[in-house]
């Protein structure tokens, strides 16, 4: 009975919802993206730079919906710096997405440092969250109500977003453009289509998405800001999106798993079980993931959805 609450108790459930959340939400800007056949793997740098603006436009306001805004604009403003090299510049976009996440490591710092005087961590009860939402009916439930009930807003919006996205990318012409641009770009412009500007539109969205992500880092309920405070998930969520194949259903899938295993990762940590072991668990399951995505490709006869 206690193995079962460790593994699928409430507590474990509704911690999996959360830390899925930043995972999900860059991995689903990164789906469209990844359909229009754009290498993006600064994510990690779009959720650190919005995770800190985000901080600092709740503080200044006192509101976590402008501290949501500025995370969702200085998100976009990441992906704009972002296309206009790979875009417009035709640089190299791995490189450009290695160089965005080592400097938006060392530019939150330096920000951090010159505007609030602080180093590697920031507290501050201005810095307001988003509070917790009980929903009606679903609450009462036993069980389901513990899990789903009392989350913030950002959670339900995350896993709502990657509805929408799956939506707009199979359900509308603009997805059926964006699609055709990934699978033969020649072909899209030769009956019309401006390649460029759905390339554009990927990259925007992602870095919305990120935004967003970013976002829930700082005021979706820590109200804190921390060094590399983005910890790796926009690198999880470039392996989820290439293990969906940049389909959000499937994508959203493999972020449950990951955030499954972050906040089993928490239960075992009261076990007798190395610290080192139980922190590495998601990127071991990532590892794990990733090469049974390449086999199961490799059995169809598919190319592997890596880089």
């Not at 009860?125 to 513990?146: T, W």
């Not at 072991?277 to 190319?303: E, H, Q």
């Amino acid at each position: 009975m206690n193995l079962l609450v460790m593994f699928l108790g409430a507590s474990v459930l509704s911690a999996t919802l959360r830390l899925t959340v930043p995972v999900l939400l860059a991995s689903t800007g990164g789906c469209f993206g990844h359909k229009a056949n754009v290498l993006n793997i600064g994510l990690e740098s779009f959720l650190a730079i919005s995770a800190f603006f985000a901080m600092c436009g709740s503080y200044w306001s006192e509101n976590p919906w402008i501290g949501l805004v500025f995370g969702i604009l200085s998100g976009i403003l990441a992906s704009v710096i972002f296309a206009v090299f790979v875009l417009l510049f035709n640089s190299n976009p791995m490189v450009i997405g290695i160089a965005m996440n080592l400097a938006a490591w060392g530019i939150t710092n330096f920000l951090l440092g010159v505007i609030f005087n602080k180093s590697s961590i920031f507290i501050d009860p201005r810095i307001k969250s988003f509070k917790p939402i009980d929903i009606p009916i679903i609450e009462n439930i036993p069980y389901i109500g513990d899990i789903i009930s009392g989350q913030n807003l950002l959670v339900y919006l995350a896993f709502i977003g990657a509805i929408v996205a799956y939506i707009i990318m199979y359900k509308t012409p603009f997805g059926l453009r964006l699609r055709g641009v990934g699978i033969k770009e020649v072909a899209t412009q030769s009956v019309g289509v401006n390649s460029m500007r759905y390339k554009w539109i990927a990259i925007l969205l992602g870095g919305f998405f990120c935004g967003i992500g970013g976002a829930f880092l700082t005021i979706g309920g820590s109200s804190m800001f921390t060094e590399k405070i983005s910890a790796g998930n926009g690198f999880l969520a470039l392996a989820a999106i290439m293990v969906g194949d940049g389909n959000p259903k499937k994508t959203t899938l493999a972020c449950l798993v990951f955030g499954y295993v972050s906040a089993l990762s928490v239960t075992l940590q009261s076990m007798r079980i190395p610290s080192q072991v139980v922190l590495s668990l998601p990127y071991l399951i990532t590892i794990i993931i990733l090469i049974f995505g390449a086999l199961v490709d490799k059995k169809k006869g598919r190319k592997p959805q890596f880089f």
